[in-house]
């Protein structure tokens, strides 16, 4: 059998086994955040690691008793971040996690006496206090600079090699939440039903 045979089968062989290519990452690659303190926190980690098979190591149980609007940037650190830090050095996933899910029940609002950042930008590049007011009359903002630029939008590098902010240690991070459980839980499945599908519609790709 000569070589371009040889070859030809080889990448028939190669495509009959590779059924199925996450480009975007898998389970392996997330780390799932429930508040242990809220039953349909924890039944809706549980859902989405079945669904996602997210193992038992990337699972992480935090404990808050406290509202679910806003909480103070030193609560933030101490109930996720710190833990969240702490368990990926000890599991050995520092390099492995990019993504990070927290499952309802956690203030979507971090606060501190320098301004207010949703609590995934905090996961994402950290807390980013408020600048000067852009103009006479207006408040302060942490709005970006007309200049600022994303090095990862369109890169197709892992994020972990191009992550914003000061630090390697930032994610991509969502609060998957809802009014109530079934709700949510109807999010992850129509994920799920999404994978390997295309649009069946006709679908812009615009740049601005």
């Known amino acids: 059998m000569n070589t371009h045979w040889r070859g030809?089968?080889?990448?028939?062989?190669?495509?009959?086994?590779?059924?199925?290519?996450?480009?975007?990452?898998?389970?392996?690659?997330?780390?799932?955040?429930?508040?242990?303190?809220?039953?349909?926190?924890?039944?809706?980690?549980n859902y989405y690691c079945e669904q996602r098979q997210v193992p038992p190591q990337n699972f992480l149980r935090a404990s808050w008793t406290g509202g679910n609007v806003q909480w103070l940037r030193s609560d933030f650190q101490t109930v996720i971040l710190n833990p969240l830090l702490s368990m990926l050095s000890a599991r050995q996933l520092t390099n492995q996690i990019d993504y990070v899910l927290l499952c309802m029940d956690f203030p979507y609002r971090v606060t501190d006496t320098n301004g207010a950042n949703s609590t995934t930008t905090a996961l994402f590049s950290g807390f980013i206090p408020d600048g000067a007011a852009p103009g006479p009359g207006l408040p302060t903002s942490c709005s970006l600079p007309s200049a600022s630029s994303n090095a990862y939008a369109g890169s197709?590098?892992?994020?972990?090699?191009?992550?914003?902010?000061?630090?390697?240690?930032?994610?991509?991070?969502?609060?998957?939440?809802?009014?109530?459980?079934?709700?949510?839980?109807?999010?992850?499945?129509?994920?799920?039903?999404?994978d390997g599908t295309f649009p069946t519609q006709t679908v812009y790709l615009i740049k601005s």
């Open 156 to 194: 197709e590098y892992l994020f972990r090699s191009m992550a914003p902010g000061s630090s390697k240690t930032n994610f991509l991070a969502v609060m998957l939440t809802s009014s109530n459980l079934a709700q949510a839980e109807l999010v992850i499945d129509g994920g799920v039903a999404s």
């Open 8 to 45: 030809l089968i080889g990448l028939v062989l190669l495509c009959a086994l590779s059924s199925r290519l996450w480009a975007g990452g898998s389970g392996l690659n997330v780390v799932v955040v429930v508040n242990q303190n809220s039953t349909n926190s924890v039944q809706l980690g």
